[in-house]
T-cell receptor
Framework: EPEVTQTPSHQVTQMGQEVILRCVPISNHLYFYWYRQILGQKVEFLVS????????KSEIFDDQFSVERPDGSNFTLKIRSTKLEDSAMYFCASSATAPQDTEAFFGQGTRLTVV | GNSVTQMEGPVTLSEEAFLTINCTYTATGYPSLFWYVQYPGEGLQLLLK?????DKGSNKGFEATYRKETTSFHLEKGSVQVSDSAVYFC???????????FGSGTRLQVQP
């Protein structure tokens, strides 16, 4: 069964460092997303990406964040200068069409710990 | 803004007990509603969905009915199993939007 894969499963980084979280979406999907979940809080939308550009983003997704699809398979989230409050589980997801029409498939998540 | 409220967990049940996890939402218009499940060590998986009022989503013995009048989408199962132990998330999305809005999740623990 096709699945979304994320690497690494756990990343520890020092405050102020840049970090890149990687995702391989399902191969024939066209819509890509990043969500995050701070421990004990809700899963929050960060950004969606379609046709090689950001189609929607939340207020959390400020200038410190960027996304990229550098090749035909990877989808990355970069945090330019990490803060302690960026510590969270980050989920990548993909869907064939818009999420209200088809299922969004989620990866297992990357736990980011900023120290 | 849009929001989803779920009952706090953990919910602890014995095997074969009846399950209800409450979910209510505040939103303008008519969103699509979802239940996602996260088993230990795995990503979120779509469990069921409903796209308009009075629709009933169902899967694996779970059901939820889209109630516009009470803005609710409660998850039910008649007889839970140990394998149903997981975290359950209620969520919504609007037509034309990309962002799923999630509730805080409810952990279900089923004991043998």
């Amino acid at each position: 069964e096709p699945e979304v894969t994320q690497t690494p499963s756990h990343q520890v980084t020092q405050m102020g460092q840049e970090v890149i979280l990687r995702c391989v979406p399902i191969s024939n999907h066209l819509y890509f997303y990043w969500y995050r979940q701070i421990l004990g809080q809700k899963v929050e939308f960060l950004v969606s990406f379609y046709n090689n550009e950001i189609s929607e983003k939340s207020e959390i997704f400020d200038d410190q964040f960027s996304v990229e699809r550098p090749d035909g398979s990877n989808f990355t989230l970069k945090i330019r200068s990490t803060k302690l409050e960026d510590s969270a589980m980050y989920f990548c997801a993909s869907s064939a069409t818009a999420p209200q029409d088809t299922e969004a498939f989620f990866g297992q998540g990357t736990r980011l710990t900023v120290v | 803004g849009n929001s989803v409220t779920q009952m706090e967990g953990p919910v602890t049940l014995s095997e074969e007990a009846f399950l209800t996890i409450n979910c209510t939402y505040t939103a303008t218009g008519y969103p699509s509603l979802f239940w996602y499940v996260q088993y230990p060590g795995e990503g979120l998986q779509l469990l069921l969905k409903a796209t308009k009022a009075d629709d009933k989503g169902s899967n694996k013995g779970f059901e939820a009915t889209y109630r516009k009048e009470t803005t609710s989408f409660h998850l039910e199962k008649g007889s839970v199993q140990v394998s149903d132990s997981a975290v359950y998330f209620c969520a919504l999305v609007y037509t034309g939007r990309r962002a799923l809005t999630f509730g805080s999740g409810t952990r279900l623990q089923v004991q043998p």
